[in-house]
Each structure stands twice: as C-alpha cells, then as structure tokens.
C-alpha cells in the first residue's frame, strides 16, 4: 500500500516518540518497549502507517468502538532507509484477557500483532499472529493498564539477521516463553 510523505514523517516521529529506547552501535542491535498509540477516530491508511497496517481490520474495530480511537501497542525501528513496526490491536475481537490465568490477576492478553515495513511510502506487511500475548494489565473497569516495570515487553530488533526477539516481565516475573521464537522478517 503507497502512503504518503506526510505518512513516512509520522512513522519515523512514531519511533521518536517511544520511551525506553536503546540502541548499541557496536552491534546494531535496537532495543524498545512496546507502548500505547491511539488513532484518531477517522485517521486514513493514506496518511498513518499503524491505519495502513491495520486498513482491513479498522471498519470492524470502529463499528466495535462506537465513536472511540482504536489502540494499539507499538514500537518502531530503523534499518537503513526504511521502517519497521510492530504492532498490537488491542481492541481487537480476537484480543482474549488473560487475566486471572494460573492464578495471576493481570497475566494480560492474547492479542493480533503485525511487523511492517515502511519504506519510499510503501508499507508490506512481514509477520502476523493472531496470538501475541502482550503483558497489558487491565483495570477494574476494563481499561488498559500503561507499561510497568511489573509488566512489560521489550522488543529487540537486529538489522543484520532482519528478526525481531521478545522479551516480557508479567507480574514481575520473566515470562519470555509467552513468545518464545524470534519473528524472523522476510525483506
């Protein structure tokens, strides 16, 4: 799907704007958390790269939300000219609370999640899953909990191996066999 300049500025602003990155120059490896992005209601595939990701799922996710912005987990990446982003639909009819599995009070959810590549306002999706679990708690009142240092995922991309590794903390604890196998991206 072709977007436009204005697209590619927010997709790299996107990544700008994450906390909790790092990147070592001595291997290259890029290193951030996935945190919370809201499209606005009537945002166009045309002009975000997270509503061209998703351009097929958001008719179903705003009839489900009835006026409100759709969310998302994401994080960005960089690899020479283009962009890569990993993202999370959170509101997502296939997205399962976890919560209370084994015991655990704020496990989090199973939930779709895309890797794409932006690149010269073209965006090619590399990977999905419609099983990603995410370490998001939710509140009494359903609401999403913010990343913690409780519950987390840290994704760690490496340019030269073109993969993606997942590693999560739920309710403190490592939980890094939730995803286990690194999403090897094929560009």
């Avoid at 913010?146 to 995922?153: A, E, Q």
Wanted: net charge negative; charged share 15%; with cysteine.
């Amino acid at each position: 799907m072709r977007i436009s300049s204005a697209c590619l500025a927010f997709a790299l602003s996107l990544g700008a704007g994450f906390a909790a990155n790092a990147a070592d120059a001595s291997t290259s490896l890029q290193v951030k958390q996935l945190e919370p992005v809201t499209l606005a209601p009537t945002v166009e595939a045309a002009w975000n790269p997270l509503a061209a990701i998703w351009k097929d799922k958001l008719p179903e996710l705003r009839a489900r939300l009835t006026g409100k912005s759709p969310s998302f987990f994401a994080a960005t990446f960089t690899d020479g000219e283009a962009t890569i982003v990993i993202s999370v639909s959170v509101n997502d009819a296939l997205c399962e609370n976890l919560s209370g599995a084994l015991g655990r009070p704020t496990t989090g959810s199973d939930c779709p999640m895309r890797v794409a590549r932006v690149q010269h306002g073209e965006v090619t999706t590399l990977s999905s899953s419609e099983h990603f679990v995410l370490p998001a708690p939710i509140d009494a009142s359903g609401a999403w909990g913010p990343p913690s240092p409780n519950n987390s995922v840290a994704i760690t991309f490496d340019p030269a191996s073109h993969s993606l590794r997942i590693s999560e903390r739920i309710d403190g604890e490592n939980a890094d066999a939730v995803n286990p196998n690194p999403i090897l991206l094929k560009y």
